[in-house]
Every structure is written in C-alpha cells, then in structure tokens.
C-alpha cells in the first residue's frame, strides 16, 4: 500500500512495525521485568530480552523469544517468505537456530515490494535511552515467479452476535462447500468485538463447535476471551475440512457464568481457499472430548483415556493427533502436568511424552490486558485460542493393521522444599480436552471451485429456461472461468454475434452444462 518508491511510512514504534498491508519481522530487547501484576509489559519471569515477532497487514501476528543472544554482537539473520494456498508461510532464524519455521499467516499473498529497516529506542522513565543497531549485508532474493491467487469462498457463520447471563450459545445451520470442490485450505475467522458496559469483566472458556443431529457437540476451536479488549485471531482448520463441507450446524459459545449478567459479542467466517495440496484430510475421528478430573494421585485424569483403537482408511498415507487441553482450578491451572502418548501400530509401539504448560503467555499478541494476563499456565492464556498438540503418527502407521492410542497422564510432581497443594486442592483440578485423530490421502477427483453463486432467477428469463435455478454455482461463460461479476460481463461482451454460448454451474457437486443465447442471464449473483 505505500508504494515501491517515495518517503518511508511513519512507525510509531519499530519494534510493533504494524501497517496495513505489509509484511514485517520486529526484533525487540526492551521487556524488563516486573514483578507488578498488573504491568503492562508482562515479563514477570525475566524472561531474555530478545524477542522477535512477525507482523502482517497492521497486526502482529505471533512473538516468540530468540533461542540464542543476538544483542551487543553480529548474528546472520535470514527471513524467508513462500507462498502457499491462503497465504504464505513465514520462517526466520537468528544465527542458525529456528525462531519461526513456516508458520502460515493468512492472506499474506505476493505483492510487489520494497525493502525498508529501523530502528529507534523507547522512551523510559529514568531518562533519555541510546542504542545503536548496525545492519549489513543486506541480500533481498526473489525466487519463482508467484502464482495468480482466487479469491476465497467465505461463509459468514456469526455475526455480532452476543451471549450473557441467559443466552451462552449461538448455533447457526450454514451451507459449506462440497467436500469434492478443490478447496485446499480452511481459516476460520473469529473476532470478539468491543462489547461496551454489557462486556463481561473475566477471562472465560469459549468454544467453537460442530453440532451433530444428535445434539452432541465436537469441539474445533476452543478459545478464553480476554480481560476486556478485543480479539481478533485466524485459525487453520483445514484438518477438519471433512466436516466442513455440506449442510452443518455450528456453535459459537463463550462463558458459563457470567459477571453482572454481562457477556461478549462475537463473529465467525470461514475461508475456503482454492488450491490442492499433496495430501488432503479425509477424515477427522473424534477420540477424547469432556471434562477430565484429576479426583486424586491414584486417578490423576486416567479414567478419562480409556485407550482408543481405529481401524485406518484405505488409502491413508499420513494421520496426526490434534489435541487441546486447558488446565483449570488453582492447582489445575498453574501447575504443569505431565503426559505420554503410548502410539501401537502392529508389532510397534512408540511413546511421546509432552509437558502441558505455556510459559510464554506473556507475549500474547492480544496485550496488554486488564487483570492477571501474563502468568503462564496450563496450555492456555487470556485473550487467545488454544494452540493444539499435533504429533504426526505417520512413522509408526503400518498397513492393514489398526492404530491404538493410549493417553497415560502423571501425577502432579512439586520440586523439594516447594510447599504442595494438599491432595483436596488437587482433587479439584480439571482439563478441558478436545482431540482428533486426522487422516490424509492423495487427492483424488477434486473439481475447480466456483466462486458466484445464483442468488435469484428471474421468472422466464434466461437462465430459468435453460433450468438453472438459485443456489447454483456459476463455474464458466462460453468456456472463460467466471470468478467475479467484472469477468462475466467481459465474457457476455466476448460471446456477442454468437447463436448459443455454453454455461456451466455447479449444483451442491454436480457439475451441469446448459446452452443459452449470449446476454444477460436474469440472474442476481453473489459472491462466497
């Protein structure tokens, strides 16, 4: 947006390098710590100051601390940018060592670009801060020519839609693309808007699920709202894209109690980006789902994980577990639990053993927050979604042969001298799960996605005639892919002087040709 040439645009701050349509990586040595609760910088730890953060299109995206000392010496940096369905994937390391490796920000298309550094120093209550920063041999590489990019198919699931002390859930019947249609990515949008005096005060449990005819919900991403400011996060769930696709019913919710009656007010949009990948989700299983208690050392969570056996898809050349768990309760919630994923397959067994904690809460995008935001806890923080465990199975799938899931958590352990919880306060301590088993094959007789869809057919018009009806999707006009309305009328004047010209609609995966004479169709359309 600011040109390839010409004056620089204004940075308030070169270490939140947030402009709008510009793509950004921040290196940032000024956090200190604080041992304020309610601080507003948040490194209560004294956590190293040498923080570096990705920034895309006026929002910083994700900050993470660098795993080697870059201050006070000279440090190879390199940032690299693919693009990739929806968007690109970023990746930058400081001195050899991976700070971000290919992480997808969405939209993040190539554009034409220039190359612009800072600097500069904050301003500190003590006095006048200095710095230098040298930068040198500066290489900007440009590689394969960027691909044209479609426009997505958004579905708008929510919008501005509020829950308080008597309404906690939103559900919402929505029409998905088929699950034939080439769409190669999914981001589900969600935003938690300024929700003025009806504005629940505190940080509460929210979810976005999948209702099933039955009434039972699958949870897909689950989130806390934040102390009072707004949200605003893109989330890949491309893995459920088996569940994505038809007639659905879906479920915003947020909050079980609420403060004063108050509540939150949020939207939902799902983008089905256009694109084949080399291996796609065809299937999504749900494994464990609910509430796990702790109840005591002996139980620590066990009897929730009963072990689960799945007979794979023919076909399935990859499968990764998808897991998200939030601790709650004092105990549940600042203490780190310890867990091992027993995976059988056959004659082979592997174990994986993963520590739930975050302990970089305090670099939340979303800060910073009324209340106590920056302490680090059980796999979640205020004001964020909560990011899953993924362990990729593939290594240990063998043919023909069924996969076994075994869960086994430990009991809570406390360093010498550190005065424990007695076992009633442990007995309170809960997990929120959600997990999946996904399973990837080749694609396999996808069509191209159209992009317009009929919204209306005028009574005896053309279109009618010819037996399109509203809901239909528009693919080509005399053979041009049609994407926008600009295009069809271009195709329209192009096909001026013939007698019958071809049009092809999709109807819900079923692709139908009818002739019509060239002109108007009678149509109202719509873009998804």
């Not at 086994?408 to 406390?414: G, L, N, S, T």
């Amino acid at each position: 947006r600011f040109g390839v040439r010409g004056p620089a645009p204004f940075l308030a701050s070169c270490v939140e390098p947030n402009l709008p349509g510009t793509f950004a990586v921040a290196f940032d040595v000024h956090n200190p710590p604080s041992k304020e609760m309610f601080t507003a910088q948040g490194n209560y730890e004294d956590k190293p100051q040498r923080e570096v953060s990705l920034h895309w299109d006026g929002r910083e995206r994700a900050k993470r601390v660098a795993p080697v000392e870059f201050r006070g010496t000279s440090v190879p940096v390199v940032i690299t940018l693919e693009q990739v369905i929806g968007g690109s994937e970023a990746s930058v390391s400081v001195a050899g060592a991976p700070v971000f490796e290919r992480s997808f920000l969405h939209g993040l298309h190539p554009y034409e670009l220039r190359l612009a550094l800072g600097a500069g120093t904050r301003r500190d209550t003590s006095g006048p801060t200095r710095a230098q920063a040298e930068v040198t041999g500066v290489v900007l590489a440009q590689e394969q020519a960027a691909q044209p990019v479609r426009p997505p198919l958004s579905v708008e699931v929510f919008h501005h839609v509020r829950t308080d002390g008597k309404v906690q859930a939103h559900q919402r019947t929505v029409d998905l693309p088929p699950a034939g249609w080439a769409l190669g990515r999914v981001v589900l949008t969600l935003d938690l808007h300024d929700a003025g005096e009806a504005w629940d005060e505190w940080d509460r449990n929210g979810e976005i699920s999948l209702v099933e005819p039955d009434g039972t919900r699958l949870g897909l991403v689950p989130f806390i709202t934040s102390y009072r400011t707004p949200c605003h996060w893109e989330v890949d769930v491309t893995h459920f894209r088996p569940l994505l696709a038809g007639t659905r019913t879906l479920e915003v919710a947020a909050g079980t109690s609420f403060y004063k009656g108050r509540g939150y007010l949020m939207s939902v949009r799902l983008d089905f980006h256009h694109g084949t990948a080399a291996l796609e989700p065809v299937r999504a299983t749900p494994l464990w789902h609910g509430t796990a208690h702790y109840r005591s050392h002996a139980n620590h969570f066990r009897d929730f994980y009963a072990p689960r056996t799945l007979a794979l898809q023919e076909g399935t050349r990859a499968a990764r577990l998808w897991m998200t768990t939030t601790g709650h309760s004092q105990v549940g919630e600042f203490t780190p639990a310890q867990r091992t994923l027993v995976v059988q397959s056959g004659e082979r067994t592997q174990e994986v053993p993963h520590r739930l904690w975050k302990d970089d809460v305090y670099l939340n995008a979303n800060r910073p927050q009324h209340g106590t935001w920056q302490f680090a806890r059980a796999g979640w923080a205020p004001g964020d979604v909560v990011e899953p465990w993924w362990v990729d199975l593939t290594p240990w799938l063998v043919a023909g042969q069924p996969l076994t899931l075994d869960l086994r958590p430990q009991p809570y352990a406390f360093a010498p001298g550190e005065e424990a919880p007695s076992e009633a306060q442990c007995a309170e301590a809960t997990h929120v799960v959600r997990s999946w088993l996904v399973e990837y094959a080749a694609p396999a007789g996808r069509m191209p996605a159209p992009t317009l869809r009929l919204l209306d057919v005028v009574k005896d018009g053309v279109a009618a005639t010819a037996g399109l009806r509203a809901g239909d999707w528009l693919a080509t006009y005399d053979g041009a892919p049609i994407d926008t309305v600009d295009a069809l009328r271009a195709a329209i004047a192009g096909a001026q002087g013939k007698e019958r010209v071809a049009v092809a609609v999709f109807r819900g995966s079923e692709r139908l040709e009818v002739q019509v004479p060239p002109g108007r169709l009678g149509v109202s359309l719509g873009g998804r």
